[in-house]
């Protein structure tokens, strides 16, 4: 049996379901778990910052980033594996592209504040706490704006499967394969490429459970989305929403591309869709809005701020 492999799975701010997608694979992780020495998992052991610290430069041979780097402690800890770590896997849509977190760009850090401390409904008198927790950076950017990543998972979270086929292969030494298609790839809905007269909240009506559902008027964005869910939501009867972000090359703006999708289907006037989209960002960047060329803008208006 080979020896097992040096992994350090680090977690930024982010709600842990990408490394719950991991302990979900059930049964195998008897043959995953096995094969792995792990390093640092803060999350599940108690190891504290100062081990991974001691390691020496790429000592580590795989490492698992989840989440976005929105306090000075993740983006220290982002920095400090990849000194240590070989490989560098960006595991989940926000460790990739900023995640649904990266909603908060459309707000200045001081109205965030006031949302979840100051003039929060389930206390009075909030005040921002400070002592003894790490500084808040004032937009949320990407991580690959801080290191290189060699892998990308995406996923909200990344499927039992992707997880269990990304990290076999990554313990037998064999190049990770991922197929490029879209979510529209995998849906068994008919396609008939109808005109869509108006566009539908997903309450509103009963969807033909056969056909297109953005023909149908429902917001998907599946045409534009990496489909390494293999299309679980559509073929379920539930809109895609964009979870893994764009397909390859994941640099493109997966939000202008399903705007762009829309407008092909939805011969509406401008001001009709934007009154029927009532939440644009939300709707076609609910992933990785600060990937995007919009969000790009909002982050060097912060940026210029600060200088």
Same mark, same amino acid.
């Given at each position: 049996?080979?020896?097992?492999?040096?992994?350090?799975?680090?977690?930024?701010?982010?709600?842990?379901?990408?490394?719950?997608?991991?302990?979900?694979?059930?049964?195998?992780?008897?043959?995953?778990?096995?094969?792995?020495?792990?390093?640092?998992?803060?999350?599940?052991?108690?190891?504290?910052?100062?081990?991974?610290?001691?390691?020496?430069?790429?000592?580590?041979?795989?490492?698992?980033?989840?989440?976005?780097?929105?306090?000075?402690?993740?983006?220290?800890?982002?920095?400090?594996?990849?000194?240590?770590?070989?490989?560098?896997?960006?595991?989940?849509?926000?460790?990739?592209?900023?995640?649904?977190?990266?909603?908060?760009?459309?707000?200045?850090?001081?109205?965030?504040?006031?949302?979840?401390?100051?003039?929060?409904?389930?206390?009075?008198?909030?005040?921002?706490?400070?002592?003894?927790?790490?500084?808040?950076?004032?937009?949320?950017?990407?991580?690959?704006?801080?290191?290189?990543?060699?892998?990308?998972?995406? &996923?909200?979270? %990344?499927?039992?499967?992707?997880?269990?086929? $990304?990290? !076999?292969?990554?313990?037998? *030494?064999?190049?990770?394969? #991922?197929?490029?298609?879209?979510?529209?790839?995998?849906?068994?809905?008919?396609?008939?490429?109808?005109?869509?007269?108006?566009?539908?909240?997903?309450?509103?009506?009963?969807?033909?459970?056969?056909?297109?559902?953005?023909?149908?008027?429902?917001?998907?964005?599946?045409?534009?989305?990496?489909?390494?869910?293999?299309?679980?939501?559509?073929?379920?009867?539930?809109?895609?929403?964009?979870?893994? &972000?764009?397909? %390859?090359?994941?640099?493109?703006?997966?939000? $202008?591309? !399903?705007?762009?999708?829309? *407008?092909?289907?939805?011969? #509406?006037?401008?001001?009709?869709?934007?009154?029927?989209?009532?939440?644009?960002?939300?709707?076609?960047?609910?992933?990785?809005?600060?990937?995007?060329?919009?969000?790009?803008?909002?982050?060097?208006?912060?940026?210029?701020?600060?200088?």
């Amino acid at each position: 049996m080979a020896d097992p492999v040096p992994i350090a799975m680090g977690q930024g701010s982010s709600c842990w379901g990408c490394f719950q997608s991991l302990v979900d694979i059930h049964l195998r992780l008897a043959d995953v778990l096995p094969a792995l020495d792990i390093k640092y998992w803060q999350a599940v052991a108690d190891f504290k910052l100062h081990h991974l610290e001691s390691y020496g430069d790429k000592s580590i041979v795989v490492g698992l980033y989840e989440g976005m780097a929105r306090t000075e402690e993740d983006i220290h800890l982002l920095k400090l594996m990849r000194e240590k770590c070989q490989i560098m896997i960006a595991f989940g849509s926000c460790s990739c592209f900023g995640g649904i977190p990266g909603l908060a760009n459309q707000y200045d850090i001081e109205e965030c504040y006031d949302v979840k401390f100051r003039e929060n409904k389930t206390v009075k008198g909030g005040k921002v706490p400070s002592e003894n927790l790490p500084g808040i950076a004032s937009v949320v950017k990407p991580n690959t704006d801080y290191i290189d990543f060699d892998i990308f998972l995406p &996923g909200c979270p %990344p499927t039992s499967d992707l997880i269990f086929t $990304a990290v !076999s292969a990554l313990l037998s *030494g064999q190049p990770i394969d #991922l197929p490029p298609h879209a979510v529209c790839h995998y849906c068994n809905r008919e396609k008939k490429e109808t005109p869509v007269e108006k566009i539908l909240r997903p309450y509103e009506g009963i969807a033909d459970p056969d056909r297109c559902l953005l023909e149908q008027g429902y917001i998907c964005v599946g045409s534009s989305t990496w489909g390494l869910c293999e299309g679980q939501c559509v073929n379920k009867g539930a809109t895609c929403r964009g979870c893994f &972000g764009p397909t %390859p090359p994941i640099t493109q703006d997966h939000g $202008a591309a !399903s705007i762009s999708m829309l *407008g092909s289907y939805a011969p #509406l006037e401008t001001e009709e869709i934007r009154q029927q989209v009532k939440d644009p960002l939300g709707t076609f960047w609910r992933v990785d809005y600060p990937t995007s060329h919009l969000g790009r803008m909002r982050i060097r208006r912060e940026e210029a701020k600060e200088k």
